[in-house]
């Protein structure tokens, strides 16, 4: 097990870095003269010639590279070209509010799809399976941006039960409830579409193996069967993809951010595409991308604890 | 005795196979009559789809020419003091007086050819990938840790990372959706293709002389086709629900260009006053999407059934 653990913390070791190599090369592949794009318009060429010379940018890229790697071991995410602050405190600011959006689309999504997923695959073929599964066709079928703004004019304008954006508190607050709920559907509503449709075929597999059948045949009660032999079964392949989702959901919450005016890191990031300012979007996509890495390592490990059957020496 | 035995090729069988199923085969007229439309589009419409009409602004969807109002409200009459009426518009009209209907199917052009175009694009290099991965283990070991990479970053991120660096154009769109879908195609193939390197005839048209490529292409490209059609056909929904993203983020198709994500996002600002700004592109989103998603299920389950729902 420590092994495995250890094995695994190497490998994403090894993708850290090449995300960072990503990362920082893709400013190579934009077009033009990094130098020229933060003097702006007006500045003469040797203004640009200062800025390359402040920058590093005419030494070689790998010594570029060991710069920026070396600065990211100190905390030093750059200096955002807009607000001319660092990087690392503008994040730090609008990180958790991310998090806290995430967090509650899991929810959303875990509570609303898994249930209806087993039920649906309890009750196979029957009115109430067909409807769920419809409604899980629509759900990975309706765009998360159009659901939101949907949201906002049905539940915040016309019944007025739900602020129409912003978030100030946590989710398990009471204020931060009210404040999540509609972000955490319009991003989690697909989520949970897709935890349906999973928790439904595994269901249905585990539920016609044998040892469902002898469980059956000696007597157990139905209740039983499923929620202490079927489900507990059932419920790894649903781990798997939790990991990949939580991914699909840190980077589909800019879009929530967006639609309800959230001052979160996906925001954060748009908006410096928008004024092309170059360090913010590369460190935003970073952090982005290793909190990634983090969650499918952990969920990796959360995976091979709870199925023995899983070897990890392989 | 032999000639009796119907003989049925592969794409025949699956085909009826597909138009049995009744969803399948309304998804399946729902898009061809989308693709006529869309295609055809000046035979559909008598509008253009940016020229702009500002006596007709934020009409309602209609089934008959409406009176025109001012901003106050007020009817607009013409000099001999009678009632001006719009043009007919289906959809009703935008914030510039622009015919939705127009605007929408002229829209899907660009949803179907981003859509096609990036899969088309990322299916051939992620194909070729899996292939010679599968083909040749020096090849596999180094592609496919890239892909591994490219894995590990989540799909709308790299993205929005290359339109972010080389700038929002449709064509930066098509190239960032069609690199993302590259790795999946090129495990998939992989995987297929190491099986079927196995079987016996590829032994036996080897140690005939068969050239690498001649076997790779011919013979074993061939046995991959169903999990390349099955995944297509499901990455064609993701790939329309990038572009409507990016687009309604305001990095992709640029206004006045239409296309639904463009259409939705223009349509925030007059949400209180012409909702169907917002709900029109919408739904022509969530018919595509579901058709996409419907056919991608139906093929699967006929062609594919192992492939797992989890992309």
Request: hydrophobic content about 50%; glycine content about 8%.
């Amino acid at each position: 097990m420590q092994k495995y653990i250890a094995k695994r913390l190497f490998q994403m070791v090894i993708m850290v870095i090449g995300i960072t190599f990503i990362v920082f090369g893709s400013l190579y592949l934009a077009p033009g003269d990094p130098a020229e794009i933060l003097a702006g318009e007006s500045a003469t060429i040797s203004d640009i010639e200062n800025i390359r010379e402040y920058l590093g940018l005419n030494e070689p890229f790998f010594v570029q590279y060991g710069k920026y790697l070396e600065g990211l071991l100190h905390g030093d995410l750059g200096t955002s070209l807009q607000s001319r602050q660092p990087i690392l405190d503008e994040i730090k600011i609008r990180f958790p509010n991310t998090v806290n959006l995430t967090i509650g689309s899991m929810l959303i999504a875990v509570i609303i799809g898994v249930p209806l997923g087993i039920i649906s695959a309890i009750k196979r073929n029957s009115i109430l399976d067909y409807m769920a599964t419809t409604t899980a066709l629509f759900g990975v079928s309706i765009p998360n941006f159009w659901l939101g703004i949907m949201l906002i004019l049905i539940f915040s304008v016309k019944l007025g039960w739900f602020p129409t954006g912003g978030m100030t508190h946590w989710f398990y607050t009471p204020t931060g409830i009210k404040q999540i709920i509609l972000p955490s559907i319009a991003l989690g509503g697909r989520i949970a579409a897709i935890f349906m449709r999973l928790s439904r075929s595994a269901m249905l597999e585990v539920m016609q193996s044998d040892y469902i059948r002898t469980a059956r045949a000696k007597g157990v009660k139905e209740r039983v069967v499923i929620w202490v032999h079927a489900f507990k079964n059932a419920l790894t392949p649903l781990i798997t993809v939790f990991g990949t989702t939580f991914g699909a959901l840190l980077g589909g919450a800019m879009i929530s951010e967006q639609v309800f005016a959230i001052n979160g890191l996906g925001r954060y990031m748009i908006n410096a595409i928008y004024v092309r300012d170059y360090p913010a979007v590369q460190s935003s996509v970073l952090v982005f991308a290793v909190a990634f890495i983090l969650i499918t390592l952990l969920v990796d490990i959360i995976y091979v604890l709870i199925d023995p059957r899983i070897s990890y020496e392989s | 005795m032999s000639e009796n035995i119907k003989k049925e090729s592969y794409f025949k069988n699956s085909t009826k196979k597909l138009l049995r199923n009744k969803l399948a085969t309304i998804a399946l007229i729902i898009l061809v009559i989308e693709l006529v439309i869309i295609i055809g589009a000046p035979f559909f419409t008598n509008y253009d789809p940016a020229k702009q009409s500002l006596q007709e602004r934020l009409l309602p969807p209609s089934l008959s020419e409406q009176p025109l109002e001012d901003y106050q409200g007020e009817p607009i009459r013409d000099e001999e003091g009678n009632v001006k009426y719009s043009k007919f518009h289906l959809l009703g009209t935008d914030n510039f007086g622009r015919d939705i209907w127009t605007r929408i199917i002229y829209g899907g052009r660009i949803s179907l050819t981003v859509g096609f175009a990036a899969i088309l694009l990322g299916m051939t290099v992620g194909v070729m990938a899996g292939l010679f991965s599968a083909y040749y283990p020096k090849v596999d070991a180094v592609v496919m840790r890239i892909m591994d990479i490219m894995f590990s970053f989540p799909g709308i991120l790299l993205a929005m990372l290359i339109v972010a660096m080389l700038g929002t154009s449709l064509r930066n769109v098509t190239l960032a959706i069609s690199i993302w879908s590259i790795p999946t195609f090129a495990r998939l193939v992989r995987g297929e293709a190491l099986s079927v390197k196995q079987n016996d005839y590829i032994k036996a048209i080897k140690s005939v002389g068969a050239g690498d490529l001649r076997i790779i292409f011919i013979h074993i490209l061939p046995n991959c086709v169903a999990p390349i059609v099955v995944y297509s056909t499901m990455r064609m929904a993701t790939a329309i629900l990038s572009i409507a993203s990016l687009s309604y983020l305001g990095i992709g198709a640029q206004p006045p260009l239409s296309e639904w994500g463009t259409m939705v996002a223009a349509g925030r600002d007059y949400m209180f006053d012409a909702p169907h700004m917002i709900v029109v592109p919408g739904v022509a989103i969530i018919v595509t999407m579901l058709c996409f998603n419907i056919l991608g299920d139906v093929l699967r389950d006929i062609l594919d059934p192992n492939l797992s729902d989890n992309f």
